[in-house]
Each structure stands twice: as structure tokens, then as C-alpha cells.
């Protein structure tokens, strides 16, 4: 792990604690990210029980399920704040920005990185507010299962993914995150001061393989929603 020693001056310091939080953050987005796409994946299913229980399992429980999305909002919006925060000091420290000072004129990798990061993480931004809107604050429709009243969001989701426009934003939406997880979470160690000639290469390709299962995955959804009608 990182270790910050008393004589590094305290710039340096506060950059470094931002970039802490940020990969520690970012990794438990990335975390919630892997549940969510693993319970979605009941969606597959041709019978819509699971998937309601699924959902109405995670509602009972309570003040406890109120806790983790308060605290996956924390997480959120400090990795929103300090990712920024990162950037803009960044800019400060070299206002003229790579770009300029590279005689080519080609960009520099880190500055493309990086502005890809911003972009992508706007995309992503955008996305889980309508994405909030849509699903967990959408139309409450009911149904009962084994005797329990709960509500029927498989029927929701089947719904909106038989609109063509929905599943089109929903795939680039997730290309943009297969993206930003790519280069996020590989960014997150080295953020977290973790270097070795091994390891490094090594999570650099786990970073790439996860990103592309999660992508993939959450892309599958809809498609085969649209493609296949789902159940009702
Ligand atoms: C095909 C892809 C996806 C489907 C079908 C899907 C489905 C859903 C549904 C149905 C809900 C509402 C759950 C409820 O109210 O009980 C939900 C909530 C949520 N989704 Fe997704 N989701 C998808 C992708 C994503 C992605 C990629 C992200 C993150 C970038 C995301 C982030 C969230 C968050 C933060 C919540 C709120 C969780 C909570 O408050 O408990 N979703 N999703």
C-alpha cells in the first residue's frame, strides 16, 4: 500500500490522498457494478419470478439496503468530486497542457487517457440519473408471487427494452462504460501505489477481461430483450 512520508511536501500529499480516494472509490463502484449485472442476469430467465423475488428480496431489506445505496451514493459522488479535482490540479500544474509541448502535435497518451476518462465518465453520469428515472423511480406495476404482493419490475424492464431508442443508448451507454472500467480499474492500483513488474501487466489485462465480461454482459441484456421479447 501507499505510504506518505513526513517530509513529502504537502501538495504532493494531497494528490496523492485524492488519488486514493478516487481508486478506492472507483473500486467499489466497480464492486456494485458486478452484483448488479450478476442479478440482472435473472433476466435471461424465461420465468419472471426470480427476477421480481430477486428485486423484492433486496426491498425487504429495509433500513439495511437504505444504508448501502447511501453509501454507494457517497462513493459516487467523491469519485465524481475528486476525479475532477484530480484533473483540474493537474491542468494547474501544467496549464499549457501535453499536447502543446509534444513536437509531433500529437497528443500526449496520459492527457488522451484521461480526457477519455472525463468523457466516458460524463456518459456514465448521464446515464444512471435517467437510468434512476426510468427503473427505480419508474412505474410501479404489481404482481404476486408465491402469495407476496411485490413489484413486477421484470415487466418494467421488458417494457422499456421494446423500445428500439432505449436499447440503442442502453448498448452505447455501455460501451462507454466498458471503456472507463478498462482503464479504471487498472488505474485504480497504480492510484493505490501499486506497482510491481509482475503485477502490474497482470492487472492491466484482468482490468481489459472484467471490463469486457461486464460490458458484454449488460449489452446482452437488452438486446436479447428487444430480440427475443422477453416474457410479460
Ligand atoms: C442492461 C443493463 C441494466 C439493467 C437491466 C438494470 C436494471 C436496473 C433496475 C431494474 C433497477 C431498479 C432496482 C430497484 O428499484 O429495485 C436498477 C437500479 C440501479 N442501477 Fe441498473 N441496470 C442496468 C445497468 C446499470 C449500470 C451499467 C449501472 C451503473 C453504471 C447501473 C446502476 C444502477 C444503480 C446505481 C441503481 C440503483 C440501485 C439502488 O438504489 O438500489 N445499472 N437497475
Known sequence: MISVKSSTPSVLKTSIIKKVITGLTGLGLFIFIIFHLLGNLLLFNEDPAPYNKYSHTLVSLGWILIALELGLLAFFILHIIYAISI???????????????????????????????????????????????????????????????????????????????????????????????????????????????????????????????????????PIWIYFMGGTQ
Open 87 to 221: 484533473r483540474l490540479s493537474g491542468k494547474k500544474a501544467r496549464p499549457v497542457g501535453y499536447y502543446k509541448l509534444k513536437s509531433a502535435g500529437k497528443p500526449g497518451r496520459k492527457t488522451i487517457a484521461s480526457t477519455n476518462m472525463l468523457i466516458t465518465g460524463v456518459v456514465i453520469l448521464v446515464f444512471t440519473v435517467l437510468h434512476l428515472k426510468t427503473f427505480k423511480f419508474g412505474p410501479e406495476y404489481k404482481t404476486v408471487v408465491d402469495g407476496i404482493e411485490m413489484r413486477d419490475l421484470h415487466r418494467l424492464v421488458v417494457e422499456v427494452f421494446q423500445k428500439p431508442g432505449y436499447v440503442i443508448w442502453y448498448v452505447a451507454a455501455m460501451i462507454f462504460l466498458g471503456y472507463h472500467l478498462s482503464f479504471g480499474f487498472w488505474s485504480a492500483f497504480q492510484s493505490l501505489g501499486i506497482h510491481h513488474p509482475r503485477w502490474t501487466p497482470a492487472l492491466y489485462t484482468l482490468g481489459y477481461v472484467l471490463a469486457i465480461l461486464l460490458a458484454a454482459g449488460y449489452i446482452g441484456i
